[in-house]
């Protein structure tokens, strides 16, 4: 081997040498960064929903493929949304925004219409559409994000103004927060609220209207969470679940065997053993847990990896958007994705107190992973109108 | 990335925001992995051990009570599913209707009246069996009526495919599977067993999962016993027993067959027989082994025993003669009486002639203590210890409280009680050179697939009499069997025999008196005399027309031995007398004389010769018309023998007085 073919590889692996010598560094660009990061979630999280629930699935469909299978389609069907919806500017929604805000609150009313909404364990949550249950929650959350951002933005000048910045926001958070507490959807909610909170924030609504919701949210608490008996369950298992293992600690406690019993590298995928009927909703919110049992340490560690650049992504995307709408609905949507992410996490490891809330792109579940894709699509969008900026200006 | 400059729209706060999410997200991102690694590192242990306690659990293989096997692996008891059906019980508002209507579609099915039916159906408790144990056809009508509140169950039915064969030995089970008699009684808890647990995995919903074996396994056959009894000599035994039984319309009979070599019981018979398969329709009479649950009386057989402890404790020698008061004497003030008259006879001759007198005098001679040590010794008295239900110890009193007359009848086997093991077992003794060995029923406990688990053997536990006393007393046994004995009807063609008849009187339960016309026939000795290999006890009780055990039972010993040796492989030392004895006789007279007998003849002859003169030999008794043929087809060799063991039959009786001292002195 002579010298320059020697050479070439490492060029090519030091950035810093390249610039050295004088060839270009050019940088992914944010929406390929955001493809592959949401590929590598959506690959991983299929092989995740096969291993978790194909025997579920045997038991109930005869199929161990049938989850599996089921969520291909909602890929073959959130794709084609992440390429419209990235391709179409953003800004095209700013005349609609409230109309599809009064929609979606009209829809989370109708999905409480007992016969129009399908009751599943005591919750009304879903539009039934032959085998398949539309959540309408799970879209809202991602509108209201969309709706906010616009808002804020129409409102920027008068954004010291609490009465016009902070109020009417305020009342339209607790008007979707009543809808979908009662579904009940108590996760939603808390992401609704926790959107609120942030998008507001960062727009610059003054710090000490917060302080006056205070009461409210005690008062809030006190009434869904402390009043509502199952709710109330879970905190007390969250604080201690060994106090009832057999009933309300058991799903934590399942989790915990589940996580703690896969070890640094994990039994090996498809070998875990508590996704025999142990842990509920192995393949949808506790997916994670499977992860930490089949994949161990590594798994988890590298699922908080691919959330974490997602998010770095997301952030540059709302840094660099064009304009503050791009950048508020950026921030808005990234947090969306990783909040449910953190939450998530936190509930299958017994960090927050359980709640139901899917892991964005790996649980199962159609309705989240489109609006999830719908999320993806609108950064996708931003970070276009971004690039699209920057060629001008070059 | 980070040369763009933040946009001019981008306030403090938002910068500031963003910072603080930014710092947030890893925070928790952080939180999330540290709590993992908590967990899967740290803590990693403890999870494991939960998940496996949750995960593994024992699973009970269900077992249904083990087979009965002969020694050769015939199945003589085993166990197979059949359904029964029971009701779990009406609802009360279609009690009285629903249940008639049943019951008359039942009624016909089952073949059993439709008013018992419907009282079953109509039966108030949870669980009532209307039919156990149904036959297939029935099972599945009852399935085709699909009637509500019917309910099929598996139960394991017990069945005995040879029915009568060993029937007492086997024994039978009850209704709910536990051995009630015979070996199904005494290795109740090993057949029955226990469902056997197995390591397994089992989902959150607590069911089993079979993973490695694409299966629950069935239900797994528990442990069986394999016997010492051997199917074919246990049905030789009862034919031949029945012939006699029949023939003498005798109330009952029993044989015990055993191996002289390792004490094995090879059958134990019992007349009348009993089917096990059907054991309600059987009087309960007939599900004893009165083998070893009944004693009598042993008559003369006895005398084998009193003449061992006699030369044993050197009270007498052999040539010893004594005189037998020409048939009627008066002992300890009562008369005792002989069948033939005989006066001055050798130790040997009381035994061949079975002389009471010799026997009383001699039991008196040596005394109660010492005779009643070699009774106890050769087992007399105490359990044999085979495992099979319901075994006395026989009757032998404290020989502290024998009268001088007991002391003396005892020595002709009155007077005391033995059961037919005992005294098999007693002459096995005898036959194997002075050593006892208990009795055994079972050869090896097998697991389901016929593994062998345990095995079983019985050692010598104790020296009973000398070696030298024992090839005297067997030499004496043999002397029955030949012209002038006893016994003459129990030898078998070809082969050497020896044993002691019997002839006992029978106490009558109600006046405590011996009847006058009630007698046992014994006959207990074994075969061949060399080696011995068989040794059969054939008692049969109260025989009409004939009462002595030489006439009765002697020949059921010959019955049984003629054809158990062969079949085990034992070859003839003896030519058959063959088709022309006049042929014989020229044949051993030129080699003329003296010096080998019937009982001296080296048992290791038959072993020298070749297997093909072997297989002659074996199967000349079976074909007895040919057997002329057979001797003419063999080789030289053999026939240079063959004359020796002619000679050796026919001269024997003389020879064999000639040695032992001047018969014709005392006649």
């Known amino acids: 081997m002579n010298r320059p073919a020697t050479d070439a ?47 579920a699935a045997l038991k109930k469909f005869s199929d161990p493929n049938y989850y599996m299978k089921r969520q291909l389609l909602c890929i073959a069907l959130g794709l084609p949304i992440i390429l419209v919806i990235s391709r179409t500017p953003y800004r095209i929604y700013k005349e609609y925004a409230g109309t599809i805000l009064v929609a979606t609150l009209m829809v989370l009313a109708f999905v409480l219409i007992p016969g129009v909404g399908a009751e599943i364990n005591n919750a009304r949550r879903w539009f039934r559409i032959g085998s398949f249950l539309i959540q ?30 902070f109020w009417p926001h305020m009342v339209l958070c607790g008007a979707i927060s009543l809808l979908l507490l009662k579904e009940p959807d108590f996760g939603t909610t808390v992401m609704v609220v926790m959107l609120t909170a942030i998008m507001l924030a960062v727009a610059g609504v003054p710090c000490r209207n917060f302080f006056y919701l205070l009461p409210v949210g005690v008062l809030g608490v ?58 509920p909703e192995s ?60 939450l998530n996490m936190g509930v299958v490891l017994g960090l927050v107190p359980t709640k139901g809330m899917p892991l964005p792109f790996i649980s199962y579940g159609g309705s989240a992973f489109t609006a999830n894709c719908l999320a993806v699509g609108l950064l996708m969008s931003i970070a276009r109108g971004s690039e699209k900026r920057m060629d001008n200006n070059v | 990335m980070e040369k763009h400059e933040p946009r001019k729209f981008l306030t403090a706060r938002y910068l500031s925001c963003r910072f603080l999410f930014q710092v947030l997200v890893i925070l928790g991102l952080c939180t999330i992995v540290y709590k993992a690694f908590q967990l899967q590192v740290i803590e990693h242990s403890v999870w494991v051990d939960r998940a496996n306690a949750q995960l593994n659990t024992t699973f009970q293989v269900p077992a249904y009570r083990g087979s009965i096997y002969d020694r050769n692996g015939r199945l003589l008891s085993y166990s197979v599913p059949q359904r029964s059906l029971y009701t779990a019980g009406f609802s009360s508002a279609s009690l009285s209707s629903e249940s008639r209507k049943l019951a008359q579609r039942l009624g016909p099915v089952l073949g059993e009246p439709q008013q018992a039916i419907e009282k079953k159906l109509a039966s108030a408790r949870h669980f009532t069996w209307i039919k156990r144990h149904l036959t297939d056809q029935q099972a599945w009508a009852v399935e085709n009526l699909n009637g509500q509140g019917l309910n099929l ?106 191996d002289a070599q ?139 409280r024998w009268r001088p007359i007991d002391l003396a009848v005892t020595g002709f086997g009155q007077a005391i009680g033995v059961t037919t093991l005992q005294l098999t077992s007693a002459i096995s003794t005898i036959a194997n050179g002075g050593e006892h060995s208990p009795p055994i029923i079972a050869r090896e406990i097998v697991d389901g697939q016929g593994k062998r688990v345990q095995e079983f053997h019985s050692s010598k536990d104790r020296r009973v009499i000398s070696k030298k006393t024992a090839d005297q007393i067997r030499a004496m046994m043999a002397l029955v069997t ?19 008849t019997g002839t006992a009187q029978v106490m009558d339960p109600v006046t405590k008196r011996y009847a006058s016309n009630k007698y046992t026939a014994v006959f207990t000795g074994f075969t061949p005399v060399e080696q011995p290999k068989l040794v059969i006890s054939v008692v049969v009780h109260e025989p009409h027309g004939a009462i002595y055990g030489g006439v009765i039972a002697a020949p059921v010993f010959r019955g049984i031995a003629a054809k158990a040796l062969p079949y085990l492989g034992v070859t003839p030392s003896l030519p058959s007398p063959g088709p022309n004895p006049a042929v014989m006789q020229v044949k051993s007279n030129p080699s003329g004389n003296k010096g080998t007998s019937a009982h001296a003849a080296p048992p290791g002859k038959s072993g020298q010769t070749s297997a093909k003169q072997s297989a002659a030999n074996k199967s000349a008794p079976g074909k007895a018309p040919a057997a002329g043929a057979v001797q003419a087809n063999t080789t030289n060799k053999s026939r240079e023998k063959l004359p020796t063991a002619v000679r050796g039959k026919q001269e024997n009786p003389e020879k064999f007085s000639k040695a032992e001292g001047s018969i014709k002195s005392i006649y």
């Not at chain 1, 905190?235 to 309300?248: V, Y």
């Not at chain 1, 691919?306 to 950026?330: V, Y």
């Not at chain 2, 005995?160 to 290795?187: A, C, N, T, W």
């Not at chain 2, 009643?372 to 044999?384: E, K, Q």
């Open chain 2, 153 to 258: 169950i598996n139960e394991y039915k017990r069945f005995y495919p040879h029915r009568q064969v060993g029937g007492q030995i086997v024994g039978f089970v009850g209704m709910d599977g536990v051995g009630l008699e015979g070996v199904e009684k005494s290795f109740d808890e090993i057949l029955r067993g226990c469902s056997v647990p197995v390591g397994q995995m089992r989902d959150g919903t607590r069911k089993c999962l079979w993973m490695n074996s694409s299966a629950p396994p069935e239900p797994a056959e528990s442990l069986g016993v394999k016997l010492t009894i051997d199917a074919f000599i246990q049905y030789l035994a009862e034919c031949e027993l029945e012939k006699a039984v029949q023939k003498y319309k005798a109330r009952a009979g029993e044989v015990v067959v055993m």
């Open chain 1, 222 to 279: 006190y009434r869904f969470v402390y009043l509502v008996p199952y709710r109330r369950e879970r905190i007390t298992a969250f604080l201690n679940p060994w106090i009832d293992p057999l009933d309300s600690g058991y799903q934590l406690i399942q989790a915990w065997i589940a996580v703690g019993s896969g070890g640094f590298l994990g039994k090996g995928l498809g070998a875990g053993t508590q996704k025999l009927f142990y842990l």
């Open chain 1, 283 to 342: 393949y949808t919110d506790f997916i994670m847990a499977v992860i930490g049992e089949e994949l161990g340490f590594v798994g988890i560690f590298t699922t908080c990896i691919l959330f974490f650049f997602l998010f770095r992504t997301g952030l540059q995307i709302s840094k660099q958007a064009p304009d503050l709408l791009g950048s508020l609905m950026a921030l808005g949507l990234t947090m969306l994705l990783l909040l449910q992410a953190l």
């Open chain 2, 482 to 500: 030949q012209e002038g004995g006893t016994g003459t009807q129990a030898a078998p063609e070809g082969y050497s025999a020896a044993g002691k």
């Open chain 1, 136 to 165: 309408p929650g799970e879209y809202a959350k991602v509108v209201w994000v969309v709706f906010l951002s616009y808002s804020l933005v129409r409102k920027q000048d008068r954004i010291k103004q609490s009465r016009i910045s």
């Open chain 1, 9 to 55: 590889p490492s060029a090519l692996m030091n950035p810093r040498e390249g610039e050295k010598q004088g060839i270009a560094w050019k940088p992914l660009s944010l929406e390929l960064q955001l493809w592959i990061e949401v590929s590598l979630l959506i690959a991983f999280g299929l092989i995740m929903i096969y291993s978790a629930s194909s025997i």
């Open chain 2, 262 to 400: 390792t004490s094995e019981v090879l059958a134990m018979a019992n007349w009348p027989f009993f089917d096990p398969n059907l054991p309600d329709k059987n009087d309960a009479q007939l599900w004893r082994n009165r083998t070893v649950t009944d004693s009598f009386e042993p008559g003369s057989t006895f005398k084998v025993f009193l003449m061992s402890a006699a030369l044993d404790e050197n009270m007498v020698r052999e040539r010893d003669r004594i005189y037998c008061e020409a048939g009627k004497c008066s002992l300890a003030g009562h008369q005792i009486k002989d069948v033939h008259p005989y006066g001055w006879l050798t130790m040997p001759e009381v035994i061949k002639f079975s002389s009471n007198i010799g026997a009383a005098k001699i039991a008196l001679h040596v005394g109660s203590e010492r005779y009643a040590r070699y009774i106890h010794g050769f087992g007399f008295g105490s359990l044999s210890g085979i495992q099979l239900p319901g075994e006395v110890k026989g009757l032998v009193r404290p020989y502290r």
